[in-house]
C-alpha cells in the first residue's frame, strides 16, 4: 500500500489525508490530555504526584508546541531545523 500522501496526490483528493492525520492528532491529543487530567486530581501535595503531573503537563505543552510550529512551517524549513 503506498502512503497517503502519495495517494492523495495521484487520485486529485485530499479526503483521505486530512481524516488521517485529523484523527490521529485528535486521538493524542485526547490521550495526553485524559493523562494530564488523570495526574492533575491524584496531585495532592505528595511530591512524586506533583512531579508526575507536571511532568506530563509540560510533555502536553511542548508537544503541543511543536505541532503546531510543524504545521506552520515549510518541508524545507523543517529539514533544516533538524540538520542544526
Known amino acids: 500500500m503506498r502512503p497517503v500522501a502519495e495517494r492523495a496526490l495521484e487520485s486529485g483528493s485530499r479526503d483521505e489525508l486530512v481524516a488521517l492525520l485529523t484523527d490521529r492528532v485528535e486521538e493524542e491529543v485526547r490521550e495526553r490530555f485524559r493523562h494530564v487530567m488523570e495526574l492533575k486530581a491524584r496531585a495532592d501535595?505528595?511530591?512524586?504526584?506533583?512531579?508526575?503531573?507536571?511532568?506530563?503537563?509540560?510533555?502536553?505543552q511542548v508537544w503541543s508546541h511543536g505541532l503546531y510550529q510543524a504545521t506552520s512551517a515549510s518541508a524545507h524549513e523543517h529539514q533544516h531545523a533538524h540538520a542544526s
Open 45 to 60: 501535595g505528595d511530591i512524586a504526584s506533583n512531579r508526575a503531573y507536571v511532568s506530563a503537563m509540560l510533555d502536553l
